[in-house]
């Protein structure tokens, strides 16, 4: 007791995860490779393939956590934020399941699932510690008071860290999401390759665009000279912008940690997927005696386990919606 459902669909994964006493028995996460060609997730194309995956999605969830519909206590649901019409499929189908099983709804906040993450696996973090989320959509440093009780204390004031990646990717000509491409060739290349500018922002809010233009105009400037450039260098411009995206972002943990007195640094969200990131933020660790957490590979990009830990806390306080519950595509943190 108690077990729970959750439900996630903020973006372009369907994801339903099983949470059986406070542990995560199932994780289900059906990817969309519909967007590969379009350098970027097309909202309609997600909401539609959403409602294909959503029904197998949830019988996989249930096989592999063996509990059968009648075994479950609640549902637990992303409401946002996210892509309105992808956050609907899931939302209306968490609604009408737990309607006709006669259960309670637990909403949960798609930006805190990422930081609670941190609450599925051991060593668990405890509070406070700052969360550094990189995703698709923010970038945010979070001082983390108690489950619910997050502070933002620095976030980007344009781009994520994830549209720095994607967009770089797309200006090499690699499929979207880019992220995943830049790391596995950036672990070929000279990371001191190129060097490009860093934002001058002096709070602990961070900028991309300006590296973005950065690397799309040198990218132009060394194709005049030679058309193969992006061919002949891929791996070393990999190298550089990752280098780059990885030393902004720790720079500002870095302030934040010593601003705030806080020893224990923890990330979250898809970015925190990166090898650049994991190996950079280790050694900071070590030099700066940080104790870091870093979730399991499978609950960094969007998941459902994450939803399910969050909606778990959420239990245990008896913290249910109504049925007239809607989803948000911006929701407060
Ligand atoms: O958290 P997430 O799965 O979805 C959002 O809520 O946005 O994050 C997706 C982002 C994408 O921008 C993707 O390119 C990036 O995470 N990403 C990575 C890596 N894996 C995923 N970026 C860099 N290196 C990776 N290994
Ligand atoms: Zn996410």
């Not at 090499?172 to 922002?201: C, H, M, R, S, V």
């Not at 995206?245 to 302030?255: D, E, F, P, T």
């Amino acid at each position: 007791m108690p077990v729970i459902l959750a439900i996630e669909s903020s973006c372009d994964e369907t994801s339903v995860a099983i949470c059986n006493n406070g542990k995560i028995t199932a994780n289900v996460i059906a990817n969309q490779t519909i967007h590969e060609n379009y350098g970027g997730v097309i909202p309609e194309l997600a909401s539609r393939v959403h409602q294909q995956n959503i029904v197998p999605v949830i019988q996989q969830a249930l096989k592999d956590a063996n509990v059968t519909k009648k075994e479950l206590n609640a549902v637990a649901f992303t409401r946002g934020p996210g892509l309105l019409g992808s956050l609907l499929v899931g939302v209306s189908f968490a609604k009408s399941f737990a309607l006709a099983l006669d259960l309670p709804l637990i909403s949960v906040n798609h930006m805190h699932a990422h930081i609670l993450a941190h609450f599925i696996d051991d060593p668990k973090p405890s509070f406070p510690f700052l969360c550094l989320t990189v995703s698709g959509g923010h970038t945010q440093i979070v001082l983390v008071k108690d489950y619910f009780d997050m502070e933002i204390v620095g976030e980007t004031l344009d781009d994520a860290a994830g549209e720095a990646f994607d967009k770089t990717a797309k200006i090499l000509n690699l499929p979207y999401p880019g992220g995943p491409l830049i790391d596995k060739y950036a672990a070929l290349g000279d990371p001191l390759a190129f060097k490009f500018p860093e934002p001058q922002i002096k709070d602990l809010n961070y900028s991309f665009s300006g590296l973005k233009t950065a690397i799309l105009y040198f990218i132009r400037k060394q194709e005049l000279e030679n058309p193969n450039f992006i061919e002949e260098r891929l791996a070393d411009i990999c190298a550089s912008v990752q280098h780059s995206i990885v030393h902004i972002l720790l720079n500002k943990l870095k302030k934040a940690a010593n601003q705030y007195g806080i020893r224990q640094i923890a990330i979250a969200g898809g970015v925190s997927a990166n090898s650049g990131l994991r190996n950079t933020l280790a050694a900071t660790a070590e030099k700066e005696g940080w104790e870091v957490f870093i979730p399991a590979f499978q609950y960094c990009t969007d998941n459902a386990g994450m939803i399910a830990i969050a909606g778990y806390q959420k239990y245990l306080k008896q913290d249910f919606v109504g049925q007239e519950v809607s989803p948000m595509s911006r929701m407060e943190f």
